[in-house]
T-cell receptor, first 108, second 116 residues
Framework: RKEVEQDPGPFNVPEGATVAFNCTYS??????FFWYRQDCRKEPKLLMS???SGNEDGRFTAQLNRASQYISLLIRDSKLSDSATYLC?????????FGTGTSLTVIP | DAGVIQSPRHEVTEMGQEVTLRCKPI?????LFWYRQTMMRGLELLIY????????DSGMPEDRFSAKMPNASFSTLKIQPSEPRDSAVYFC??????????????FGAGSRLTVL
């Protein structure tokens, strides 16, 4: 079983839409959680860390449910510039485990 | 901070040639990771180091791959001999896990390898 599972999409949404990505992880001992963003032909970059209490950064909201081993990312008021692949990342001990990524295209 | 620096950014070589990829981690980071990314397999961890010591190399595909970290500011990933199936983007990333560390993984821009 994979450490981190994501719906690969693709998600094609109009500008201004709200879109949600989900991710599950298999090991309950996982300690830290993140969403990364990867643009085409670029490196992954940290979008935000994810905390049990939930956290928000502008139009982006991340949630963690430890009981269900489930992580989510909500993007409100989508912009064209949000088009990218979003990677769910889980850290356990020293290692980072990546989902395969969810592709988002925001359409004018 | 200059971030994680990788070289070369692009490498095109012929099958059988030796390839050396280089990485300079962020100063003060005690962990360094080498990843490979392809469309088919996504992002795969090859090997990681802690304080210059290799901790887990189980992701290294075969003996043709080797990695070293002679000091805290430099690491290499070598492929000898290279094969067309090694064509991929190779990312180096570093992080700091100690007390006060950001606990976040920062990637270099990657080295895009094409083996003909």
């Amino acid at each position: 079983r994979k450490e981190v599972e994501q719906d690969p999409g693709p998600f094609n949404v109009p500008e201004g839409a709200t879109v949600a990505f989900n991710c599950t992880y298999s090991n309950s001992a996982s300690q830290s959680f993140f969403w990364y963003r990867q643009d085409c032909r670029k490196e992954p970059k940290l979008l935000m860390s994810v905390y049990s209490s939930g956290n928000e950064d502008g139009r982006f909201t991340a949630q963690l449910n430890r009981a269900s081993q489930y992580i989510s990312l909500l993007i409100r008021d989508s912009k064209l510039s949000d088009s990218a692949t979003y990677l769910c990342v889980v850290k356990r001990r020293s290692q980072f485990y990546f989902g395969t990524g969810t592709s988002l295209t925001v359409i004018p | 901070d200059a971030g994680v620096i990788q070289s070369p950014r692009h490498e095109v070589t012929e099958m059988g040639q030796e390839v050396t990829l280089r990485c300079k981690p962020i100063s003060g980071h005690d962990y360094l990771f080498w990843y490979r990314q392809t469309m088919m397999r996504g992002l795969e961890l090859l090997i990681y180091f802690n304080n210059n010591v290799p901790i887990d190399d189980s992701g290294m595909p075969e003996d043709r791959f080797s990695a070293k970290m002679p000091n805290a500011s430099f690491s290499t990933l070598k492929i000898q001999p290279s094969e067309p199936r090694d064509s991929a983007v190779y990312f180096c990333a570093s992080s700091s896990h100690g007390q006060g560390g950001a606990n976040v993984l920062t990637f270099g821009a990657g080295s895009r390898l094409t083996v003909l």
